[in-house]
T-cell receptor, first 115, second 112 residues
Framework: GAVVSQHPSRVICKSGTSVKIECRSL??????MFWYRQFPKQSLMLMATSNEGSKATYEQGVEKDKFLINHASLTLSTLTVTSAHPEDSSFYIC???????????FGPGTRLLVL | GNSVTQMEGPVTLSEEAFLTINCTYTATGYPSLFWYVQYPGEGLQLLLK?????DKGSNKGFEATYRKETTSFHLEKGSVQVSDSAVYFC???????????FGKGTRLSVIA
């Protein structure tokens, strides 16, 4: 099946710093990528949908100035958590959808811990 | 709106037991239905899917049948293994509105 990677897999940072998470589709072109957030023992919450070359669409309640999303190419989307705070600590998961829009393929996730 | 309801866990079974995880949905239009599995510390993996009524998705011994009349997509496996211990998410996607809608997940623990 299709492969989606995320980097880094785990990051620890100090409060107030910014963290960038990369999501790559390795063997297919992803016209759409999704960013999710998962709190411990809870389901995934969609944060935003990004289409290559256009601005991301954020879900209600998600601060677009805090969670910057860039989808510059058909194989790469980045999520930057700006001025991170401890409450931003979470598991961030991306998914990518190919041009046929049949199935989303998920990355392995990035665990962010803000101290 | 679109939503997915799945049975709450945790579910604890002995090895070789029969597994059923219930999932029902509400949706506008005709959704595609999915089961994803999340192993400890990892992201989600697609387990199986069905795109129209009466379709049966199957993979690794797991099965689920798209039942339009009962709006259900229950996950079953005849004989679970310790390696099946994970969190299972039921999800739907409506054509033209591709973000997945997830259930809350069901944690399965299989003990030897």
């Amino acid at each position: 099946g299709a492969v989606v990677s995320q980097h880094p897999s785990r990051v620890i940072c100090k409060s107030g710093t910014s963290v960038k998470i990369e999501c790559r589709s390795l063997d297919f072109q992803a016209t759409t990528m999704f960013w999710y957030r998962q709190f411990p023992k809870q389901s995934l919450m969609l944060m935003a949908t990004s289409n290559e070359g256009s601005k991301a669409t954020y879900e209600q309640g998600v601060e677009k100035d805090k969670f910057l999303i860039n989808h510059a190419s058909l194989t790469l989307s980045t999520l930057t958590v700006t001025s991170a705070h401890p409450e931003d600590s979470s598991f961030y998961i991306c998914s990518a959808e190919g041009q046929k829009q049949e199935t989303q393929y998920f990355g392995p996730g990035t665990r962010l811990l803000v101290l | 709106g679109n939503s997915v309801t799945q049975m709450e866990g945790p579910v604890t079974l002995s090895e070789e037991a029969f597994l059923t995880i219930n999932c029902t949905y509400t949706a506008t239009g005709y959704p595609s239905l999915f089961w994803y599995v999340q192993y400890p510390g990892e992201g989600l993996q697609l387990l199986l899917k069905a795109t129209k009524a009466d379709d049966k998705g199957s993979n690794k011994g797991f099965e689920a049948t798209y039942r339009k009349e009962t709006t259900s997509f229950h996950l079953e496996k005849g004989s679970v293994q310790v390696s099946d211990s994970a969190v299972y998410f039921c999800a739907l996607s409506v054509p033209g509105n591709t973000p997945l809608v997830f259930g809350k997940g069901t944690r399965l623990s299989v003990i030897a």
